[in-house]
């Protein structure tokens, strides 16, 4: 199956900083989600980015599906970033619409 | 727009016993899926539903694991006897459909199973 692989899988960072999280997939993909995962473990989405670029307030993201990457950058971090960021994929030669989860960068936003 | 409702929001059993958890998906969202995560990992597909069908249940443990999506909406995941291992957050999502942008999943908040 589709591997994802995301980096770093620990980020420290003091608040206002910035920040990019990288996720490298094997596969080409219909389907590329970013979410966060925050402390009490809910699973909000960031973004649906199977290529292109997008941005919403301080977050953006950009997915060169041609070399299977995707990029999330956190601008101006704040403490509420803290959680866990999870890239996902559909892989597109499957033939089934399960979404592939990478192990997730996290990220530790101190004052 | 509401999201996805699950309940219960946690559970403590002993192993061997059974237990349920149940999923409401966004409205007019055709696709439901569960998946599990254990501590540390990302979330991993139990069951994907289309309508009341299953699409995949190739990732579900049928010894002990058991869905249903009867009318199409609402679903119930079953565990009978849970084990040890079994301990996890269990996810529900839904999405419009399948393939390309009607597969965005959305997630409900989670039941966190123990199992000691």
């Known amino acids: 199956g589709i591997q994802v692989e995301q980096s770093p899988p620990d980020l420290i960072l003091q608040e206002g900083a910035n920040s990019t999280l990288r996720c490298n997939f094997s596969?080409?993909?219909?389907?590329l989600q970013w979410f966060h995962q925050n402390p009490w473990g809910q699973l909000i989405n960031l973004f649906y980015?199977?290529?292109g670029t997008k941005q919403n307030g301080r977050l953006s993201a950009t997915t060169v599906a041609t070399e299977r990457y995707s990029l999330l950058y956190i601008s101006s971090s704040q403490t509420t970033d803290s959680g866990v960021y999870f890239c996902a994929v559909e892989d597109s030669g499957a033939g089934s619409y399960q979404l592939t989860f990478g192990k997730g960068t996290k990220l530790s936003v101190i004052p | 727009e509401a999201g996805v409702a699950q309940s219960p929001r946690y559970k403590i059993i002993e192993k061997r016993q059974s237990v349920a958890f149940w999923c409401n998906p966004i409205s007019g969202h055709a696709t439901l899926y569960w998946y599990q995560q254990i501590l540390g990992q990302g979330p991993k597909l139990l069951i994907q539903?289309?309508?009341?069908?299953?699409?995949?249940d190739s990732q579900l443990p049928k010894d002990r694991f058991s869905a249903e999506r009867l009318k199409g909406v609402d679903s119930t995941l079953k565990i009978q006897p849970a084990k040890l291992e079994d301990s996890a957050v269990y996810l529900c999502?839904?999405?419009?459909?399948?393939?390309?942008?009607?597969?965005?999943?959305?997630f409900g908040p989670g039941t966190r199973l123990t199992v000691l």
């Open positions: 539903f289309q309508n009341n069908g299953v699409v995949d």
């Open positions: 596969d080409s993909v219909n389907n």
């Open positions: 999502a839904s999405s419009l459909g399948l393939g390309g942008n009607y597969n965005e999943q959305f």
């Open positions: 980015i199977p290529s």
